[in-house]
């Protein structure tokens, strides 16, 4: 207990240092930056070859993988219907048969051969995806599929990104979270202030959608391999000018997670301070190759995964 109050005690610390550079930041920045996320824009169609890729990270997760794609397929059956549907699951570094039930279950199976994170299970996962939406969502389905279509429709309509937003006024939660775990995620989207200049309601859901080429975009130039990813994935959305729409959730808290909030917080603040010092350094810019090769790679990603009979 000593020890966990000491941990919380670095945190905070941590979170005044943090939340004073933000608060800086965020009154030169903030005007600007609101004008480009609420900018829906008219596009083309984005390239990709099929409507929808679901990225899965997964992590020894043999006796409920197979459930979660065969349940993806189900209940998404209408847009593989109309337009086509992917799965693709990454398996970070399990040592069971993850990846095995995953492919028997119909899905494209990446394997990392060591666990290096859910950022880089993700980052694997969009960039061999082959769909014109990519929306990733966690192994455990907190968050029900059939709340994916409303997503893959927004993007449709012009957003480059849709994410979901567990504090939006219209979420519905079946199950909480533990109080200490739902305490942690506000602490969480306090820190992400000292890299962002926008206020999220929520940016650790796990439930996100992305244009194909906005998705490779990002994911070719994201560094961090932890569950802190999600924050980088904003910060780079605010560097490029992207557009946003935060949408609400039906929350379906699974038992089971692999996240520990002490622990994984000060994970948090070091990778924190690792954006703001990569950003600062220029290691997010990006040229008009780089714009190029996120729309060829996105339509020439390659890759099978098709529903089960």
């Known amino acids: ?18 939340t004073a550079v933000a608060l800086s930041r965020w009154m030169r920045g903030l005007s600007p930056l609101r004008a480009d996320l609420i900018r829906r ?4 169609e984005a390239p990709g070859d099929v409507r929808l890729t679901v990225v899965v990270p997964a992590f020894e997760e043999e006796g409920r ?19 086509g549907l992917e799965v693709v699951v990454v398996d970070d570094g399990s040592t069971d048969g993850t990846a095995a039930e995953a492919e028997a279950a119909g899905a494209k199976v990446v394997v990392h051969p060591e666990n290096r994170g859910k950022g880089a299970a993700v980052r694997s996962g969009v960039l061999a995806a082959r769909g014109r939406t990519v929306a990733f969502t966690d192994a455990d389905l907190a968050y029900a599929p059939d709340q994916l279509p409303g997503l893959v429709e927004l993007v449709e309509q012009g957003w480059d990104v849709v994410v979901g937003s567990r504090r939006h006024t219209d979420t519905t939660t079946l199950v909480k979270a533990r109080r200490l775990r739902e305490v942690g995620g506000r602490a969480i989207n306090l820190l992400t202030r ?26 070719t130039h994201t ?18 000018h992207l557009s946003l729409t935060e949408v609400p959730v039906r929350v379906e808290n699974s038992s089971r997670s692999t996240v520990r909030v002490a622990r994984d917080a000060l994970r ?17 810019d990006i040229t008009a190759d780089d714009l190029l090769e996120a729309g060829r790679g996105a339509a020439g990603a390659v890759g099978t995964g098709s529903a089960p009979d």
């Open 223 to 240: 560094r961090v391999d932890g569950f802190a990813f999600d924050v980088e994935v904003f910060h780079l959305i605010e560097r490029y």
């Open 41 to 44: 824009r008219s596009l083309e």
């Open 1 to 18: 207990m000593a020890h966990e109050r000491l941990r919380y005690a670095g945190i905070a610390v941590a979170s005044s240092a943090l």
């Open 65 to 83: 993988i197979g459930t979660t794609v065969g349940r993806l397929f189900a209940d998404l059956d209408t847009l593989a219907a109309y337009g």
């Open 194 to 219: 000292a890299v962002l200049l926008g206020q999220y309601r929520d940016t650790q859901c796990g439930l996100k959608a992305f244009r194909s080429d906005v998705a490779r975009l990002i994911f």
């Open 268 to 284: 948090l603040v070091r990778d924190l301070f690792r954006v703001r010092q990569w950003s600062a350094e220029g290691r997010y």
